[in-house]
C-alpha cells in the first residue's frame, strides 16, 4: 500500500497537478478492497476481471449521473446483481463489493468537478481504474516475489490458534470442584471456531499455490504442516470421558494435574512454532518430554492400586495417554515435515465453480426470500435507494459519503451491522478530530500528502480486526487529500451528518427489511452440526471396517463437522447482539445445545484418532460387527433428531435404544481379550459415551424447537446448503469455514475460507 500511494502522490506532485491524486487514491483502495489470496496468475487473471468490473461502473456512473431518475433504479438494481454473484464463491463476491465502492467513489469524484465530465467522458473513468490497475500491478509482482509470504503468515496463525485450543482444554482438566466447566466448554467451542477458520484460511492458501506447483519442496513443507495441524486439531479436540467423572474419582491424585500440565506445554509449544515460522528460526520441541514421562508414571502408579471402580476410567486415562503421546510426536515432527511420510490422498478439494450453469446454479439456490445472501442484496439495495433519495433532500453536493457509509455498514445480519454501525461513527468521529488537528498543524501541502499515505495505510493494516482505528485512518486521508485541492475544513461538518445519515438507514434497513434474526434460523443450523456430525461418525466406523486412511472423504467429513460447530458458535454469539425481544431464552439454549454438540464432537474426535484399532484385528469378527451395527444405531438415531430438528417436528424420547446400546456397549470382554486387545475395549468405551449423548442432544434439540413456528421466509435458505454444496475440502480445511456470517466483509465476502 505505501508504494501505491506513495506513486501516486509521486505522480501527481510531478505532473503539477495535485488533484491528480484523488481519483488515483480512490482506484487504489478500489482494487486493494477487490483483492483475494491466490497465486500470481490467479491475481492477474482477477485483476483483469476487477478492471474491466471497474471500468463499466465508472463509465455507467458518468452516463446516468446527470439524469437522477435513471440512476436511481440502476443503483438498486446493480447492487442486487453484485450482491448475487457473491453467491457463486468469495472472490466474486469480493470483486462485486468493491466495484459497488467503485462506483460510490465515481460519485463522490464527479462532485469534486462540480457534477460535470468537463467535456472528457473518460478522463475520471481513466484516471480511478489507472489507480486500481498500478495498485493491481504492485500486487502481482509483489505475489510473485514473495508467494509464500501470506501462506507463512496463515500457517503461524493456525498453529497460534491451536495453541491457544490446547491451552483452553488444559483447564478442564484444572482438579477443581465447583467450577463452571459449561462456561469453559462454551469458550472451548468459541476457540474451535476460531481453529477451524484459521485451517479453513491456511487450506486455501496452499492450495492455491499448489495448483501447478505440486513439485515445490517449500510448499510442500507447508502442506505437511498442514496436515499436522490437522491431526493435532483432531486429537485435541478428542474426550475420553466425562471431566467431571474424572475430577471426583481422582480429585486426591495428581494425574489429571499431570494432564492438564502436559496439554499446556503442548499449547506452548503451538505458539513457539508459530512464532519460529514468522521469524524463520529452527524449532526445537522437548520440553514436554518430561510431563509426559510423568502422566505415564501416574497412570502407572494408579493401574498398580487395582481398584475395581476406576478401570473404565484407567482404560480411558490410558487413552488419553496414548493420544497425548501422539500429540506430542506430532510437535516433534513439526520440526522437520519434510521427514513425515507423505499422506497417501493429499488432494485437495476446489470449490470454485466448474463452469458456468454451476455459477449460475449457484446464484438460482439463493434467489428465495430463505436465502440471507438474497435478503441482504434486496435489504442493500433498498438502502442505497433511499439513500440516494436522501442525499439529495439532504446535500447533493456532499452526500455521497451517505452510500459509502451505507455499504460498509449494511451486513447481513443484525449483529455485525450493529458492530460495524458503532465502530464507523466512532471511528468517523476520531478521524475527524485527528485530520482536522493534522490539516491545521501541518498546512504544507508536501505533508499533508505523506499523511495521506500514512493514513491509507494504516487503514488497510488494521481493516481486518481494529475497524475504529481503520475507519479514523480512512477518514484522516479523506481530510488531508480534499484539502490540498480545496477547503478540508467543509467536509468536516458532511461527513459526520453523512456518516450518521447512512448508519442510521442501515440500522432500520436491517432491523426492517426481511430482518434475519439468528434465532429464527438456529434450529437449521444446530440441525446442521448433529449432521454433520453424524456424517463424521459414519465415515470413522467406514475407517475401522475398512483399515485407517487419511482420504478425502474422511477429511472432508471431519472438518464440515468442525465447521457446522463453530458455525452453530458463531451463530450464537450474533444472537447476543440483536434486541432481547428477538432473541428471548433462545441464546441461553442454543448454547446449552452447543455444549452437548462439542461435547459429542469431542467423543467423536476421540474415537476418531484411535481409528483402524479394531480393523488391525481380524480375530472377534462377530463382535466387530455388532459394535459396527449399533454404532451405525446410533448414527440413525442422531440423523433422526436431526431431520426433526430441521423440520420443527416432536422428537421421539430414546431412552429405550439408548439403554439398549449402552447395554452393548458396556459388555465386558473375555479375560483373554482383557489383556490383548485393550485397543478394542477403548473403542468401545467411546462408542458408550457417544450412546450416551443420545438423551441430551434430543433434550437440547426439543428444547430449540418448544417456540412458535416461524413464518414463511423466515428461516434461512439457499445459503444453507453451506457446509454440503459449496462447502467442503476434504483436505480438512474445507466445507463452509465455520462462519455463517457472509457479511463480515463488504457486501457479502465471507469469512468462509474453506
Not at 475504529?468 to 467536509?491: C, H, P
Amino acid at each position: 500500500m505505501f508504494l501505491a500511494f506513495s506513486g501516486a502522490i509521486a505522480l501527481s506532485w510531478s505532473q503539477d497537478q495535485i488533484a491528480l491524486a484523488i481519483p488515483l487514491f480512490l482506484g487504489i483502495i478500489a482494487s486493494a478492497l477487490s483483492e483475494t489470496d491466490d497465486n500470481w496468475e490467479g491475481r492477474v487473471r482477477a485483476l483483469l476481471v476487477t478492471l474491466i468490473c471497474f471500468l463499466v461502473a465508472s463509465c455507467s456512473v458518468e452516463l446516468l449521473f446527470p439524469w437522477p431518475w435513471l440512476f436511481a433504479p440502476g443503483l438498486a438494481l446493480s447492487a442486487f446483481t453484485f450482491i448475487m454473484l457473491g453467491a457463486i464463491e468469495q472472490r466474486y463476491a469480493t470483486i462485486a463489493s468493491a466495484t459497488l465502492i467503485l462506483s460510490v467513489y465515481s460519485m463522490i469524484n464527479i462532485e469534486q468537478h462540480g457534477g460535470t465530465t468537463d467535456g472528457n467522458f473518460w478522463h475520471q473513468p481513466l484516471l480511478l481504474v489507472g489507480g486500481a490497475a498500478w495498485y493491481g500491478a504492485i500486487s502481482v509482482v509483489w505475489c510473485a516475489l514473495f508467494s509464500r509470504q501470506p501462506v507463512k503468515q496463515s500457517m503461524a496463525q493456525l498453529y497460534r490458534e491451536l495453541g491457544e485450543y490446547l491451552i483452553i482444554k488444559a483447564t478442564l482438566f484444572e482438579p477443581l470442584r465447583g467450577i463452571d466447566v459449561e462456561s469453559r466448554r462454551v469458550a472451548l467451542a468459541r476457540q474451535n471456531g476460531r481453529v477451524v477458520t484459521a485451517l479453513n484460511q491456511a487450506k486455501e492458501m496452499i492450495f492455491r499455490r499448489l495448483e501447478g506447483q505440486r513439485g515445490s519442496r517449500k510448499l510442500n513443507r507447508y502442506l505437511r504442516l498442514y496436515f499436522i495441524a490437522q491431526d493435532i486439531h483432531e486429537r485435541v479436540s478428542a474426550s475420553h470421558y466425562p471431566y467431571s467423572a474424572l475430577t471426583e474419582t481422582f480429585f486426591h491424585h495428581d494425574v489429571l494435574f499431570r494432564c492438564q500440565r502436559l496439554l499446556d506445554q503442548q499449547g506452548r509449544a503451538c505458539k513457539r512454532l508459530a512464532k519460529a515460522l514468522l521469524l524463520r528460526q529452527p524449532f526445537e520441541h522437548g520440553q514436554s518430554e518430561q510431563a509426559l514421562e510423568d502422566l505415564r508414571a501416574s497412570i502407572v502408579y494408579l493401574r498398580a492400586q487395582r481398584n475395581p471402580e476406576w478401570t473404565p476410567l484407567l482404560r480411558s486415562l490410558q487413552a488419553l495417554g496414548r493420544n497425548l503421546a501422539t500429540l506430542e510426536d506430532q510437535l516433534s515432527s513439526a520440526h522437520n515435515p519434510d521427514a513425515v511420510v507423505d499422506q497417501k490422498d493429499a488432494s485437495l478439494l476446489d470449490r470454485s465453480p466448474r463452469s458456468f450453469r454451476d455459477a449460475w446454479e449457484r446464484i438460482r439456490l439463493n434467489l428465495t426470500p430463505g436465502s440471507p445472501t438474497f435478503r441482504h442484496a434486496l435489504r442493500l439495495s433498498t438502502a442505497l435507494l433511499v439513500g440516494y433519495g436522501v442525499l439529495h433532500l439532504v446535500h447533493p453536493t456532499q452526500g455521497y459519503w451517505i452510500l459509502l457509509t451505507t455499504l460498509f455498514v449494511c451486513r447481513p445480519n443484525f449483529g455485525a451491522t450493529r458492530r460495524f454501525l458503532r465502530q464507523r461513527i466512532i471511528g468517523t468521529v476520531v478521524g475527524l478530530v485527528v485530520g482536522w488537528a493534522l490539516i491545521s498543524l501541518f498546512p504544507n501541502p508536501l505533508l499533508q500528502s505523506l499523511i495521506s499515505v500514512v493514513a491509507g495505510v494504516v487503514f488497510f493494516a488494521n481493516r481486518e480486526k481494529h475497524y475504529v482505528i481503520a475507519t479514523a485512518a480512512i477518514t484522516t486521508l479523506v481530510l488531508s487529500s480534499f484539502n490540498q485541492v480545496g477547503d478540508g475544513f467543509d467536509l468536516i461538518l458532511p461527513r459526520l451528518i453523512d456518516t450518521l445519515i447512512g448508519a442510521l438507514i442501515s440500522g432500520l434497513a436491517v432491523f426492517f427489511i426481511l430482518p434475519d434474526w439468528q434465532g429464527r434460523r438456529l434450529h437449521k443450523v444446530a440441525s446442521t452440526a448433529l449432521a454433520n456430525s453424524t456424517l463424521y461418525l459414519r465415515e470413522i466406523i467406514h475407517q475401522y471396517e475398512a483399515g485407517k486412511q487419511d482420504d478425502l472423504a474422511y477429511r472432508l467429513a471431519r472438518r464440515n463437522a468442525h465447521n457446522a460447530d463453530a458455525a452453530l458458535s458463531t451463530v450464537l454469539a450474533n444472537m447476543l447482539q440483536e434486541p432481547g425481544h428477538y432473541r428471548k431464552k433462545d441464546a441461553d439454549e442454543g448454547f446449552r445445545f452447543l455444549v452437548v454438540s462439542h461435547t459429542l464432537l469431542g467423543y467423536l474426535s476421540a474415537l476418531g484418532a484411535h481409528r483402524g484399532a479394531l480393523a488391525a484385528n481380524e480375530s472377534n469378527a462377530e463382535s466387530d460387527a455388532e459394535i459396527y451395527a449399533a454404532a451405525r444405531r446410533i448414527a440413525d438415531r442422531f440423523d433422526a433428531i436431526a431431520a426433526n430438528l430441521q423440520s420443527r417436528q416432536p422428537i421421539d424420547d430414546p431412552r429405550g435404544e439408548q439403554n439398549a446400546l449402552v447395554a452393548i456397549f458396556e459388555q465386558e470382554p473375555t479375560a483373554a481379550q482383557d489383556d490383548a486387545d485393550d485397543e478394542r475395549r477403548v473403542i468401545q468405551t467411546q462408542l458408550l459415551h457417544i450412546s450416551r449423548q443420545l438423551v441430551p442432544m434430543s433434550e437440547a434439540a426439543a428444547r430449540l424447537i418448544a417456540r412458535p413456528v416461524e413464518t414463511p421466509g423466515e428461516g434461512n435458505g439457499g445459503d444453507e446448503k453451506g457446509d454440503d454444496g459449496k462447502g467442503g475440502d476434504g483436505k480438512g480445511g474445507e466445507g463452509k469455514g465455520g462462519q455463517e456470517n457472509s457479511g463480515e466483509k463488504i457486501g457479502g465476502k465471507a469469512a468462509e475460507n474453506a
